[in-house]
C-alpha cells in the first residue's frame, strides 16, 4: 500500500489550498484515513481524520482547523482530500496522510508528507 500527498505550495493568510491523497495497493475497506501536520520544532498533530466503512463517512477535526478544513474522500478513486480555506500562518506545516485498518492486526501506513507555508 502505498500513500501520496500532494497539492502543497505557498499560499497567503486568508487564501486556500487542496490536498490530494491517493492511494494504491490492496486496502482493507473499514479503514480511516486522516491528515496530520507537523511545523518545526513541535510534535506531529492530527488534522482530520475520516472513517471509510462502504458509503458512510464520518470525520473529526482538531479545535485548530473547525470550519476552515474539511476533509473528504472519493472510495472511488481511492483518493482523500482536504480543503484548507482561510489558511493562517500558524498552519505552516508539513502535511502528512495516513491510512489505518480497522481489523485485528490491521496495518497503518504514511505517506510523504506535502510542506504547506502561509505567509503573513
Known amino acids: 500500500v502505498q500513500l501520496q500527498a500532494s497539492g502543497g505550495g505557498l499560499v497567503q493568510a486568508g487564501g486556500s489550498l487542496l490536498l490530494s491523497c491517493a492511494t494504491s495497493g490492496s486496502i482493507f475497506s473499514r479503514n480511516v484515513m486522516g491528515w496530520y501536520r507537523q511545523a518545526p520544532g513541535k510534535e506531529r498533530e492530527m488534522v482530520a481524520i475520516?472513517?471509510?466503512?462502504?458509503?458512510?463517512?464520518?470525520?473529526s477535526y482538531a479545535d485548530s482547523v473547525k470550519g476552515r478544513f474539511t476533509v473528504s474522500r472519493d472510495n472511488a478513486k481511492n483518493t482523500m482530500y482536504l480543503q484548507m480555506n482561510s489558511l493562517k500562518p500558524e498552519d505552516t506545516a508539513v502535511y502528512y496522510c495516513?491510512?489505518?485498518?480497522?481489523?485485528?492486526?490491521?496495518?497503518?501506513?504514511w505517506g510523504r508528507g506535502t510542506q504547506v507555508t502561509v505567509s503573513s
Open positions: 495516513n491510512l489505518r485498518e480497522i481489523r485485528a492486526g490491521g496495518m497503518a501506513y
Open positions: 475520516i472513517t471509510g466503512v462502504g458509503s458512510v463517512s464520518t470525520t
